[in-house]
């Protein structure tokens, strides 16, 4: 479960760092708007393929953001700097 949390977590550092909305990943990502803030409230458990899509739309991979908060944030100060 900790994977999923991390991903939860580091997916909205990720838009947040990107300036990406729920609505925009939504739209990148070709889901609802809906599904993908259930995604984020951790009321809905994304699929491998969707987890992957969703990563997609910030430049990052699943890998990427089931690390753990730590190790992300040395990760994001790459991706923003």
């Known amino acids: 479960m900790a994977a999923l949390s ?17 609505r925009d990943v939504a739209t990148k990502a070709d889901m609802s708007y809906p599904y993908v803030n259930r995604v984020l409230q951790g009321k809905t458990v994304p699929s491998v393929p969707q987890a992957e899509r969703l990563a997609k739309t910030t430049g990052l ?3 990427d953001l089931i690390q753990s908060p730590k190790d ?6 790459t991706i923003v700097a």
């Open 61 to 63: 991979t699943l890998r």
């Open 72 to 77: 992300f944030s040395q990760l994001l100060l």
């Open 6 to 22: 991390n991903f939860r977590r580091n997916l909205r550092r990720a838009m947040e760092a990107r300036g990406l909305s729920q």
